[in-house]
């Protein structure tokens, strides 16, 4: 599995070099023109320049009346926006990465303060359980969405994906995770809805389908669209977001039914529902160890080049590393 690992892997029209990826990881950096600090834009290059083959950047906000949850992010609605991405990513195709920029809204996890609209938008008036991390106050009611509103949302998805065309990004990552406004339509817990939008599986999606079509149609032929999905939310961690895998099988069906391919995320569902959903559970059938030796932890975490970036080539000589799994450093016991 080390040698995997290395080894190049086909993602549409793009041959990348590896298996080392870059996540969107937000760093909140951006001043009031909503542009990324250079220190956190090379950031990215330097890993690109270090052996990643994929690079994410952190989660672009895609409008500017209420979809911004935390302070310091950044938008690609404007020229000045633009301009300030293309060196990054012109510098990470030179070091012979991929780069795909990450967009989302925040809808009920929106911080009303720092949205011009002064306002919290979400499929129904549903508040998260936790409290906002930020303030350490309740999250505000958010107004259950007007068609008006979602049309004005999925618009500003596909001006945002414009953005990132300009700007030279090899691909685009819609964010349909972690709680935010796409994750809240998904799930039965924060859409109430009565109309098209809410009710079955295929009605919650239908807003993600939107906004899918809609950036498909404004992407050049061989750039990267990809489709964000989790079971949980960053404030509602306690709950499943989704009843059972019944919901989660007829989801990645619905995605795969469409321009974006649900092959490996059918395969990853499939493992962790019949293992209970239970990591630990995968690992003993799967036949795998955890790693307790700080020395290959250390190794993992070079490999993921989280921590320093420069280790990324290094790795290949670290024959103890033979496995992933998200949340666990694992290895292989063959």
């Given at each position: ?54 690079v994410f950047t952190e989660a672009i ?9 935390y302070p310091g992010q950044a938008r ?259």
């Open positions: 599995m080390t040698a995997d690992l290395f080894a190049p892997f086909t993602l549409g029209a793009y041959t990348l070099r590896n298996r080392l990826g870059v996540a969107p990881m937000p760093r909140m950096s951006a001043g009031k023109e909503a542009i990324p600090r250079r220190d956190v834009l090379d950031f990215l290059v330097r890993r690109a320049q270090n052996g990643a083959a994929l906000v895609t409008d500017y009346e209420s979809a911004q949850g690609i609605l404007t020229q000045p926006q633009i301009e300030a991405w293309k060196p990054v990513t012109e510098a990470i195709r030179a070091h012979g990465a991929v780069s795909i920029m990450q967009m989302f809204h925040c809808g009920r996890m929106a911080w009303p303060e720092i949205n011009p609209a002064a306002r919290s938008i979400a499929p129904s008036p549903v508040t998260p359980r936790q409290v906002n991390p930020l303030t350490g106050e309740p999250y505000p009611v958010p107004d259950a969405m007007s068609r008006f509103d979602i049309a004005h949302v999925v618009n500003g998805f596909v001006e945002t994906a414009r953005g990132a065309v300009a700007a030279g990004f090899d691909g685009v990552e819609i964010h349909g995770a972690h709680g935010y406004l796409i994750n809240q339509f998904l799930s039965s817990y924060s859409n109430h809805r009565t109309d098209e939008y809410g009710g079955t599986m295929a009605n919650r999606f239908r807003f993600a389908r939107e906004i899918i079509r809609a950036v498909h149609e404004v992407l050049p032929k061989d750039t990267l669209l990809t489709f964000r999905v989790s079971n949980w939310g960053i404030a509602d961690m306690e709950v499943s977001l989704f009843r059972d895998a019944r919901e989660w099988e007829e989801l990645i069906d619905l995605i795969a039914d469409g321009t974006i391919s649900g092959r490996i995320a059918k395969q990853v569902f499939d493992s962790m529902y019949k293992t209970g959903r239970d990591p630990a559970r995968i690992v003993e059938e799967e036949g795998l160890q955890q790693v307790t030796d700080f020395g290959e932890i250390e190794a993992a975490i070079d490999a993921v080049i989280a921590a320093n970036p420069d280790k990324a080539e290094q790795t290949k000589v670290k024959p103890q590393l033979a496995g992933w799994f998200v949340g666990q450093v694992m290895k292989s016991t063959s």
